[in-house]
């Protein structure tokens, strides 16, 4: 499975099978550091069938205070998800949950996703964006730090956050710029 360049997609509803078949392809391991413990087959299924594709996205930047998901995904050339980020908004505060497939960590996808995330989250007036992971999750908190968020400590857990700065017409023409092209590259 070859990658093409890293171009995070965002996903829709017409993608939630392919997003089941990612996470169900993560091992045990993978998915106790992914959601704090090992969700099963049904578990998993029941979190991918919860996320609200259908959110209309004006409401966001109104500001209206509401809970919805967003999600990002890069695939391969068979059109496998690879990696995914979901966005999980809450008010003016968003978490971010990510997961990468063992056979393509450290080719810069994971990196993608999250730059990715943040450039959506800042665009829509996101002030706080935050990571709760397993304190083990190495990946993870790596990640983390190397986008500048602060990790507090917390026993087996560690939470990571960030303050985004208000958007700017940078922001807004990077994300229309990767939205063009990910649309560019899809099948």
Request: charged share 25%; hydrophobic share 45%.
């Amino acid at each position: 499975m070859a990658i093409a360049p890293i171009v995070p997609q965002r996903l829709q509803a017409a993608h939630r099978e392919s997003l089941e078949r990612h996470f169900l392809a993560l091992g045990a391991e993978d998915r106790r550091l992914r959601f704090g413990a090992n969700p099963g087959d049904a578990g998993l299924s029941a979190y991918v069938a919860r996320i609200d594709f259908e959110r209309d996205e004006v409401f966001a930047v109104a500001r209206i205070d509401f809970e919805r998901d967003e999600v990002f995904a890069v695939a391969d050339d068979e059109l496998v998800l690879l990696g995914v980020i979901h966005v999980a908004f809450t008010g003016d505060e968003a978490e971010l949950g990510l997961s990468v497939l063992p056979s393509h960590r450290g080719r810069g996808v994971g990196t993608a996703l999250f730059e990715r995330a943040v450039v959506h989250l800042r665009n829509r007036g996101t002030r706080k964006v935050f990571v709760h992971c397993l304190a083990e999750n190495e990946a993870m908190l790596h990640l983390s730090r190397k986008h500048g968020m602060q990790v507090v400590s917390d026993g087996v857990e560690r939470e990571a956050f960030l303050v985004l700065h208000p958007p700017t017409l940078d922001t807004f023409l990077h994300e229309w710029a990767q939205d063009e092209h990910a649309a560019a590259t899809k099948r």
